[in-house]
């Protein structure tokens, strides 16, 4: 096990060698520790790393997080939480949004329950789940992997069984690219999902559907990475941005 360890240049050997002394008896005692709490040594090197990188407090934040995700799946006999790498150009792998910082954000604004809500990029579907839970009655899940739409499908089958879910819930197997929006989709949600190649094409078919069907449309973007491509489009007159636990969302309408 690799315990991370800042670099401290030193020219005195005494001090060298203490140093890779103290580095390896943390190490050793590290996955000691880790095999005899049965602790998995990924889990325990993520904890290393993450601890050297951002310190301990935000470490047991995103811990916590993640327990809380795997709490969501616990009680709706879902699969959501675990990442799937996604070998595409122009396509991000997929990572869920975390449930509470989701619903705490969609608690806060007043979108209208009546339109349609849209994932675009929908992977295992958290999103569309947390949208029905949250009072939409229609939802769709737009995402390009066979693999991810299958499992979203059972996942929307066991919330069902759970929940008696009064939403209706489609997932549509399709490139966002080449998706054509619906004229009674009014709220749509991206959560890093693709590149800024990906995002201009979606951007030119939002434009075209609310040219054809005027109306008021939201955008939540989760993890906005190329939230200057939405800025530049002009499609939309407000924008609001949100840090919610360790997301940053922001939500646009026009
Ligand atoms: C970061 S995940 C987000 C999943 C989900 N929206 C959530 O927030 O939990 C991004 C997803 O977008 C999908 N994706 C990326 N590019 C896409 C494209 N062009 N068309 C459809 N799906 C795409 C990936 O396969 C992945 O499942």
């Not at 096990?1 to 020219?11: D, E, R, T, Y």
């Not at 009680?75 to 595409?88: A, L, P, Q």
């Given at each position: 096990?690799?315990?991370?360890?800042?670099?401290?240049?030193?020219?005195y050997p005494l001090l060298r060698s203490l140093r890779t002394g103290f580095r390896d008896l943390l190490q050793r005692g590290a996955a000691r520790c880790a095999k005899a709490i049965g602790v998995n040594p990924v889990m325990t090197n993520w904890a290393l790393e993450s601890a050297a990188r951002r310190g301990l407090v935000e470490t047991v934040k995103a811990a916590l997080r993640v327990v809380g995700d795997i709490g969501f799946d616990l009680?709706?006999?879902?699969?959501?939480?675990?990442?799937?790498?996604?070998?595409?150009q122009?396509?991000?792998?997929?990572?869920?949004?975390?449930?509470?910082s989701l619903m705490s954000l969609m608690r806060k604004l007043n979108l209208p329950k009546g339109g349609v809500f849209v994932d675009l990029g929908s992977g295992k579907g958290r999103v569309l789940l947390i949208a029905a839970q949250l009072g939409f009655k229609r939802i769709v899940g737009v995402e390009f992997s066979g693999e991810l739409c299958e499992?979203?499908?059972?996942?929307?089958?066991?919330?069902?069984?759970?929940?008696?879910?009064?939403?209706?819930?489609?997932?549509?197997?399709?490139?966002?690219?080449?998706?054509?929006?619906?004229?009674?989709?009014?709220?749509?949600?991206?959560?890093?999902?693709?590149?800024?190649?990906?995002?201009?094409?979606?951007?030119?078919?939002?434009?075209?559907?609310i040219t054809r069907f005027p109306r008021r449309i939201w955008l939540i973007y989760g993890k906005p990475v190329h939230d200057e491509a939405v800025s530049k489009s002009d499609l939309f007159s407000a924008c609001e941005e949100f840090q919610i636990r360790g997301t940053r969302f922001k939500v646009y309408s026009n």
């Open positions: 096990m690799k315990v991370p360890f800042p670099a401290l240049k030193s020219h009680r709706y006999g879902t699969d959501t939480t675990r990442s799937v790498e996604i070998h595409r122009h396509a991000e792998s997929y990572r869920a949004t975390e449930a509470a499992i979203a499908r059972e996942n929307v089958k066991a919330f069902s069984r759970r929940t008696q879910l009064a939403a209706r819930i489609d997932i549509v197997r399709s490139d966002v690219a080449n998706y054509l929006i619906e004229s009674e989709q009014s709220v749509f949600f991206m959560y890093n999902p693709f590149d800024e190649v990906v995002m201009a094409r979606v951007l030119t078919n939002l434009r075209s559907s």
